[in-house]
């Protein structure tokens, strides 16, 4: 059982910079598909960044494309999200998620914003841009 928690999420002016975290309880093997979701006040969720442990491809929403950027720390233990040119279009809940399954398999269920169809899915950290 993996049981994943978000942090670094705040307050931030347009423009700026935040880096969320993702810390796992167990282990996340090569091959994982892990991925970043957001809901903003009184919308949907939206996948906003998706990456293949192991492998490291990654995919984004054209939204945040450019700006945004998913990682993983060699441990595998991690996985990162840095937010650069944030606007207050950014402010929402930002939820990390996990599956052990390619992301190929995950692709479209994360476009749509799917994040009950990942297997490990964390609290949710706030990030509100002003």
């Known amino acids: 059982q993996v049981q994943l928690v978000e942090s670094g999420g705040g307050a931030v002016q347009t423009g700026g910079s935040l880096r969320l975290s993702c810390a796992a309880s167990?282990?996340?093997?090569?091959?994982?598909?892990m991925g970043w979701f957001r809901q903003a006040p009184g919308k949907g969720l939206e996948g906003v960044a998706l990456?293949?442990?192991?492998?490291?491809?990654?995919d984004y929403a054209d939204s945040v494309k450019g700006r945004f950027t998913i990682s993983q720390d060699n441990s595998n233990n991690t996985l990162w999200l840095q937010m650069n040119a944030l606007n207050p279009e950014d402010t929402a809940v930002y939820y990390c998620?996990?599956?052990?399954?390619?992301?190929?398999?995950?692709?479209?269920?994360?476009?749509?914003?799917?994040?009950?169809?990942?297997?490990?899915r964390g609290q949710g950290t706030q990030v509100t841009v002003s």
């Open positions: 167990g282990p996340i093997y090569a091959g994982y598909c």
């Open positions: 990456f293949h442990s192991g492998v490291g491809t990654t």
């Open positions: 998620a996990a599956a052990p399954v390619r992301c190929t398999i995950l692709a479209g269920a994360w476009r749509q914003g799917r994040l009950n169809a990942f297997n490990y």
